[in-house]
């Protein structure tokens, strides 16, 4: 069975999904269902344990692993903060490092990033980075005890796809970590692309909690993965700059 291993966990599905933008629970809980994730992130900002059916936990399916992630945090030290705070609200010791200074293009500093990295593996979270996609960053990410990496395609929430391929590539070539691209993914398309590219996984949250039906999109975007996986496993066929005929024409017209 092809599977992703993240940490100890096997996973069959390499679709995560996140709990963001969604109209309402109700449709958020249809959509985790049809898009057959077995991973949601959700900003530990946004979990309330004393609202009872109100808390968003409360509708993350029990087949689920949930990835807190550090939204909010500015610095390596309020993200530690914030996911020794998820551990001790009984969510997990897994942990989505988001450190984001700069507030008009949401990007992440991967400086800080690994400092968080190197923390909180060493208490033994199971930390998958969100980065600027760089060979360099990655490398220091796998040293600090990354169990994943997790590079933007392009800046988060914007539905603006892969802008990033390139330096995406790089990444999935050296093989450092599993790489699981992550924000600005915008259409199934191109999330069968990056898996195409050889990517691991991606997480789209936004492109399916903001479509006019997020339950067909999120079986849209599960499709989507299996098939851009099916097609990397098989092996895609040559590029050419020039023609070449699929049936030969020699011999023809004897």
């Not at 985790?32 to 509708?59: W, Y």
């Not at 208490?123 to 997790?150: H, Q, R, S, T, W």
């Amino acid at each position: 069975m092809d599977e992703l291993i993240i940490g100890q966990k096997k996973l069959s599905s390499r679709l995560f999904t996140g709990t963001g933008k969604f109209a309402d629970h109700s449709v958020m809980k249809q959509a985790f269902s049809a898009s057959g994730s077995q991973v949601v992130t959700v900003a530990v900002r946004r979990v309330d344990l004393e609202a009872g059916h109100e808390n968003i936990l409360a509708d993350i399916p029990e087949n689920m692993t949930i990835m807190p992630n550090t939204s909010g945090a500015r610095n390596a030290e309020e993200a530690v903060r914030i996911a020794r705070l998820a551990r001790a609200a009984g969510m997990g010791d897994w942990i989505k490092i988001e450190v984001i200074s700069d507030q008009k293009y949401l990007l992440p500093d991967n400086e800080e990033t690994i400092r968080a990295t190197a923390i909180l593996a060493n208490e033994g979270f199971v930390v998958l980075p969100y980065m600027n996609p760089d060979l360099m960053a990655a490398k220091k990410l796998a040293d600090a005890g990354a169990a994943a990496i997790m590079p933007l395609g392009s800046p988060i929430g914007s539905n603006r796809g892969i802008r990033m391929k390139e330096m995406i590539r790089i990444l999935i070539e050296e093989k450092t970590l599993p790489v699981i691209v992550d924000a600005g993914i915008g259409k199934p398309s191109e999330a069968a692309e990056a898996m195409e590219m050889g990517a691991d996984a991606v997480l789209v949250n936004t492109a399916i909690a903001t479509a006019d039906d997020p339950v067909r999109m999120a079986e849209a975007f599960s499709l989507a993965v299996a098939a851009g996986r099916k097609a990397y496993l098989a092996g895609l066929g040559p590029v050419s700059q020039r023609a070449a005929a699929s049936s030969p024409l020699t011999g023809f017209l004897r």
